[in-house]
């Protein structure tokens, strides 16, 4: 007596179709010949719940399957193989490709691979000068990688000669074997599944069909990348294999940093030194730009770490339009050396200031550097 496909799968009645498909894949895995060698009583649970699968994995076999039992999916009642419909084949195919890596089951027929492969992508560091990625900059750029071999043109195979047929698979690129009542068929180990051998190699390359050669890029550089910026040059990677197209190159940039500018974003950021007169008083000093000195006005009673705005003296936009600004922050400079004349005249200023040294809180000093920023 065949058990119930229901307990073969270890699902209930009411079980969804992913729950079933579940299933089975478990116990597949655990049971399948090529894991249990010499096991019969392996083999047979293996057949038994593939047969359980190909009707639960049906809705019309399932359906009949649940209203008649054994005898409404008997061999009378289905087509093709043992029963099973051809319909579920394809579910059979998804779960052992991933399973076991079979290149097909049932013995439907496949492809030879193709010889020809896509050349690998390439990867070159570049490093700039601050001022190069602001403003971009032309370098170039050395690097060593595989070419198609001008003499065999990436065949492999010399000059007036050709590939011959694999005798191994017969030219097919695949070999087929019998596992229980499944017909599994994988990729030629010979000829690694293109059904072709090279036995005349080209002398150049020796049958590779590449060969490496040192080359010098031109990298153009766009005003305003930043760390990490990558450029793309498109088939510029390695050559193909056997004629398949080649690679990318990737440029990565790599920024080096400035002796007072920061960067965030497109804005530019520096400090300043201020003495306390040029503070008090207000005054008009040179400040540094990426473009050489610009005039800044400082307003009297300027404070220590007041911020002010230089438009238009930042990054340009990365691909766009406008730049950012520079942001001069300046820093009152307390002297630590002074002269007779210079202590008698703070001293005298001293005498006329009337500040009283109390806490004040935070925001109410952001506040007032705020005002005279």
Known sequence: MKRDYYEV?????????QEIKSAYRKLALQYHPDRNPNNPEAEERFKECSEAYAVLADAEKRARYDRFGHAGVGAGAGQGFGGFDATVFSDFQDIFGDLFGFGDIFGQGGRRRSRAQRGADLREDLTLEFAEAVFGVTKQVQLRRPEECDQCKGSGVAPGKSPVTCTTCGG??????????????????????????IVDPCPQCR?????????????????????????????????????????DLYIVLHVKEHAFFEREGKDLHCTVPI???????????????????????????????????LKNKGVPVLNGRG???LFVEVKVQTPSKLTKRQRELLEELHATLAIENKPVSRSLLNKVREIFG
């Open 323 to 325: 730049r950012g600004d």
């Open 9 to 17: 799968l270890g699902v209930s009645r009411t079980a969804g179709e």
């Open 275 to 309: 003495s306390i007169s040029q503070a008090a008083l207000g005054a008009e000093i040179q400040v540094p730009t990426l473009e050489g000195e610009d005039k800044l006005k400082i307003p009297e009673g300027t404070q220590t770490g007041a911020t002010f705005k």
């Open 172 to 197: 097919r690129g695949q070999m087929r074997y019998q596992q229980g009542f499944f017909s599994i068929t994988r990729a030629c180990s010979t000829c690694g599944g293109t059904g072709k051998l």
């Open 207 to 247: 049958g590779q069909g590449r060969i490496t050669r040192d080359r010098v890029v031109t990298a153009k550089v766009p005003a305003g990348v930043d760390e990490g910026a990558r450029i793309l040059y498109s088939n510029e990677g390695e050559a193909g294999v056997y004629g398949g197209p080649p690679g």
